[in-house]
C-alpha cells in the first residue's frame, strides 16, 4: 500500500486486487500514475547525483592551487 500511495493509485483498485495482472480498464487508470511517479523518481535521483558531484567540487576547492601565467607546461 505504500507503493499505492506514493503512486497516487485509488486505493479500492490496489486493495481489491488479488495477483496476477490487472485488466485493461485498471490498466489504464493506473499507467498514468505509475508513468508520472516513474518520472518524479528519476528526476529526483538526477538531481541528486548533482547534488553530489556539486558536493565534490566545492570539496576539492581548497586543494586547488593557482598557476602562474607562463608555467602551464606549453
Known sequence: MKIAAFVGAPTGIVSAHQ???????KTAVLDPLVQTASSV???????????????????ALPFATRVAPGEDGA
Open 19 to 25: 495477483s496476477g495482472a490487472f485488466d485493461a480498464d
Open 41 to 59: 523518481q528519476a528526476i529526483n535521483e538526477a538531481w541528486l547525483l548533482v547534488a553530489i558531484l556539486t558536493a565534490c567540487a566545492i570539496t
